[in-house]
């Protein structure tokens, strides 16, 4: 394991680069990619909205409503958009292709934030991913059992991506008895 310094998660180029390093440095039959942290789903704006608040935050001002984001990054202040998120997995998986010669596409990718759930997000990583897995509601602050997801898929390395993604889904389910969301 290697310990990379504070990165800015709101920067579409630190996901690109992140998928690229582990998937050079660890080669693997599969690959899961879990993205942590405040979801806003994807919600249909006006383009120039979007554009307004990207403006507006990089002017240091305060920005309207964000939409269609993961990943707020506190100590940077920023946030991925649903569209950097497809274009830096897009990004990423061209340029693991060109470097290794080889084609990858990550098998899962599993949104531990709310709101991701949705058809629009899944549509947009539909060239990036096999599975995704996401929740459409409100996630409690625990988020995922990283400990029973990742405790199952050591006692079965073989596991298919369908089932780790299933695996996800009742993990986290079962993390939470009595919460019907």
């Known amino acids: 394991v290697e310990y990379l310094d504070e990165r800015n998660m709101g920067d579409p180029a630190v996901l690109t680069d992140f998928v690229v390093w582990a998937v050079t440095h660890y080669p693997a039959e599969h690959y899961a990619l879990s993205i942590w942290n405040h979801g806003g789903g994807w919600r249909k704006t006006q383009e120039d909205r979007v554009e307004q608040a990207k403006a507006a935050k990089r002017a240091g001002g305060e920005a309207p409503a964000v ?16 569209r950097e998120v497809q274009d ?16 990858v596409k990550l098998d899962v990718v599993g949104f531990d934030a709310c709101l991701m759930g949705m058809v629009e997000v899944a549509y947009a990583l539909r060239d990036a991913a096999q599975y995704m897995v996401g929740s459409e509601m409100v996630e409690p602050g625990a988020g995922w059992p990283y400990d029973a997801i990742l405790g199952a898929l050591a006692a079965t390395p073989t596991m298919t991506p369908a089932t780790l993604a299933g695996r996800i889904v009742t993990e986290y389910a079962d993390s939470y008895p009595g919460q019907s969301d």
């Open 67 to 82: 939409f269609r984001t993961v990943c707020t990054d506190d100590t940077n202040g920023d946030v991925l958009y649903m």
């Open 88 to 103: 830096a997995l897009t990004s990423a998986r061209g340029l693991v292709e060109g470097r290794i010669g080889t084609k």
